[in-house]
């Protein structure tokens, strides 16, 4: 019969726990001892090792999709801009946040004013060729906020129609009719 109350089977079990915690600390110290080793002798060369931890990294920290309070998912992150929203997301959230972006967009009209944030813009280089050697070898594209675009884009909607006695006749770029 055994008897769970026991005084000597309990202190046998907490011992045996505490042998165990200690065990389990004793491990993963000698596992970080190990990671740091393999990360000093392979971190920064150009290994398989490397390549797994940069993609591991890459991995851990992309964002899929974001979801809204409502648990709608918003993704297709099609030319971001530096606040990391796309058009995609304005227009899906259109019906939350339309009423803020028009406000901005008339303050900026009516005001003059423009947040800085707003006016941010990255500047990303994409390569031309499969290995670019020289400057010329990369194609400068600015990713700029949503909210930036419609403002441009009604700017340039209100000057379409002078546009042709603005721009010189040798010009051809901007004029669709030349």
Request: net charge positive; proline share 3%; charged share 30%.
């Amino acid at each position: 019969v055994e008897d769970s109350f026991n005084a000597d089977l309990r202190k046998k079990e907490m011992e045996c726990l505490i042998a165990y915690k200690d065990a389990l600390k004793d491990e993963e110290s000698m596992l970080k001892q190990r990671a740091k080793v393999d990360w000093l002798s392979e971190g920064d060369a150009n290994t398989k090792f490397f390549h797994k931890t940069v993609k591991g990294n890459l991995n851990r920290n992309r964002i899929e999709y974001v979801d809204d309070m409502n648990g709608v998912k918003f993704s297709g992150q099609h030319a971001p801009g530096p606040d990391g929203f796309s058009s995609k997301f304005f227009k899906s959230a259109w019906s939350i946040i339309g009423n803020e972006v028009c406000i901005a967009v008339g303050d900026f009209f009516n005001n003059d004013r423009l947040l800085k944030e707003v006016n941010a813009t990255i500047i990303a280089l994409v390569p031309k060729s499969i290995s670019p050697q020289k400057v010329l070898d990369f194609r400068p594209i600015s990713c700029c906020n949503v909210l930036y675009k419609i403002i441009t884009k009604i700017i340039a909607n209100r000057i379409k129609g002078s546009l042709g006695v603005l721009v010189d006749e040798s010009q051809n770029a901007f004029i669709p009719s030349r």
